[in-house]
């Protein structure tokens, strides 16, 4: 029994069963970013946007603490979970359906946040051309806070001893306030190591009363960038007074950092 049409074209995996997952299994995954968001956001004054906000895993809670933020997606899918989630908490928020590339907005915005997109199912091209469109949308002054997983080209493609894995025999697996369970299990299909570019293949499965009814298969490109790179590109976006610090901490990176938050001024 299909619930969901499958989704095998396009660029990212945010969609159907995924989109689901995240709409249903995000409320408590890393606490401390909202904690974080919201301290840095509050030092740096409003109106915000949340681009890349998913379901509103940051959005919402951010919302509810008192600040005027609104949220863009590539994913209709997952945006409705998100509108779901607002409507469901008594708010107005105002979620816009666009990929960070296009970004087309009415207004500008004094702090623009990402966490958790940046490089997500594009390219160089068009991973720069979105921190372009943030600049455009800050105010004068305004300031970009992201997140990112800094690597290593040769790093990465020493992962890789085949051009294509194999499924693993598990997944993550949860249950669904509905009782039924979506499990997930992802695997990597190439690397090329000139451009840092990796594909890699979700599966989603969902079973009710222990029996698969739906499986979707998605296929995402990630690219994969040192902290060199991701500097170099906000310079080139127009960002000025560029900081780099350890996770979700004030210290400033000495290099194989896991995450690492960048700020850059318009």
Same mark, same amino acid.
């Given at each position: 029994?299909?619930?969901?049409?499958?989704?095998?074209?396009?660029?990212?995996?945010?969609?159907?069963?995924?989109?689901?997952?995240?709409?249903?299994?995000?409320?408590?995954?890393?606490?401390?970013?909202?904690? !974080?968001?919201?301290?840095?956001?509050?030092?740096?004054?409003?109106?915000?946007?949340?681009?890349?906000?998913?379901?509103?895993? #940051?959005?919402?809670?951010?919302?509810?603490?008192?600040?005027?933020?609104?949220?863009?997606?590539?994913?209709?899918?997952?945006?409705?979970?998100?509108?779901?989630?607002?409507?469901?908490?008594?708010?107005?928020?105002?979620?816009?359906?666009?990929?960070?590339?296009?970004?087309?907005?009415?207004?500008?915005?004094?702090?623009?946040?990402?966490?958790?997109?940046?490089?997500?199912?594009?390219?160089?091209?068009?991973?720069?051309?979105?921190?372009?469109?943030?600049?455009?949308? #800050?105010?004068?002054?305004?300031?970009?806070?992201?997140?990112? !997983?800094?690597?290593?080209?040769?790093?990465?493609?020493?992962?890789?001893?085949?051009?294509?894995?194999?499924?693993?025999?598990?997944?993550?697996?949860?249950?669904?306030?509905?009782?039924?369970?979506?499990? #997930?299990?992802?695997?990597? #299909?190439?690397?090329?190591?000139?451009?840092?570019?990796?594909?890699?293949?979700?599966?989603?499965?969902?079973?009710?009363?222990?029996?698969?009814?739906?499986?979707?298969?998605?296929?995402?490109?990630?690219?994969? !960038?040192?902290?060199?790179?991701?500097?170099?590109?906000?310079?080139?976006?127009?960002?000025?007074?560029?900081?780099?610090?350890?996770?979700?901490?004030?210290?400033?990176?000495?290099?194989?950092?896991?995450?690492?938050?960048?700020?850059?001024?318009?």
């Amino acid at each position: 029994m299909d619930l969901y049409p499958d989704r095998t074209d396009t660029t990212t995996w945010h969609y159907g069963l995924i989109a689901r997952w995240w709409g249903e299994f995000n409320d408590t995954w890393e606490i401390d970013d909202i904690d !974080y968001f919201h301290r840095a956001i509050t030092a740096q004054g409003g109106p915000v946007l949340d681009v890349g906000c998913g379901t509103g895993r #940051l959005t919402i809670p951010l919302s509810i603490a008192g600040l005027e933020i609104e949220g863009t997606d590539v994913s209709g899918d997952m945006l409705d979970w998100a509108r779901k989630r607002s409507k469901s908490n008594n708010l107005n928020i105002k979620f816009h359906e666009q990929a960070t590339q296009e970004l087309t907005l009415p207004r500008k915005y004094q702090t623009i946040i990402m966490c958790g997109a940046f490089g997500l199912g594009g390219n160089r091209a068009t991973d720069l051309e979105g921190l372009k469109r943030i600049h455009a949308h #800050l105010r004068p002054g305004g300031t970009f806070i992201m997140d990112h !997983y800094p690597t290593n080209g040769e790093d990465l493609a020493s992962r890789f001893t085949t051009a294509e894995q194999s499924w693993p025999d598990s997944g993550d697996r949860k249950r669904a306030v509905d009782g039924d369970d979506i499990e #997930l299990k992802t695997r990597s #299909l190439d690397f090329d190591a000139k451009t840092g570019s990796e594909t890699r293949e979700i599966m989603a499965l969902l079973y009710r009363n222990n029996q698969e009814i739906q499986r979707q298969i998605f296929t995402l490109k990630i690219g994969h !960038y040192s902290v060199d790179d991701v500097e170099s590109m906000l310079r080139t976006a127009g960002f000025d007074e560029l900081q780099a610090t350890v996770g979700l901490t004030d210290l400033p990176p000495k290099g194989k950092e896991r995450r690492i938050v960048l700020r850059g001024v318009a």
